[in-house]
């Protein structure tokens, strides 16, 4: 075999120590329960009753630790479609800095 044939390598043998963004952005039952008590079965943007999911305030890569409940907001969805709340969070500058402004009265900062 030549000098620049197959060498494989062994995938090492570790664990990862690190939760992936990912992982620390599951929202638990606890926390969605609770951040629907908190919003009351309404959107915590605009009032409205219906369909609501559990969007994040902050992007899941700047999660420390697990998602905590004022890391979340019930908003109108489902996100995918244009013109809901929890669309508006997720994908404009403006509802991005809505979703940071939100989270900083819940902590009451």
């Known amino acids: 075999m030549s000098a620049f044939g197959f060498h494989p390598v062994q995938k090492p043998k570790h664990k990862r120590n690190k939760p992936t963004a990912k992982q620390r952005g599951l929202i ?6 609770a951040a629907m008590e908190r919003s009351g079965g309404r959107c915590e943007r605009c009032g409205k009753a219906g369909e609501l999911q559990c ?3 902050l992007r899941r890569w700047q999660i ?3 998602t905590m409940v ?3 907001a019930m908003l109108c969805g489902p996100s ?12 404009t500058k403006e509802g ?10 819940l ?3």
Do not use: I, M, P
């Open 28 to 33: 638990s039952k606890d926390v969605y329960a």
């Open 96 to 105: 991005k800095q809505w979703g940071y402004d939100f989270r900083e009265r």
């Open 55 to 57: 969007a994040h305030l």
């Open 107 to 109: 902590y009451g900062r």
């Open 80 to 91: 995918v479609n244009s013109g809901t709340c929890h669309h508006y969070v997720d994908y």
């Open 70 to 72: 004022n890391d979340v």
């Open 64 to 66: 420390e630790g697990e």
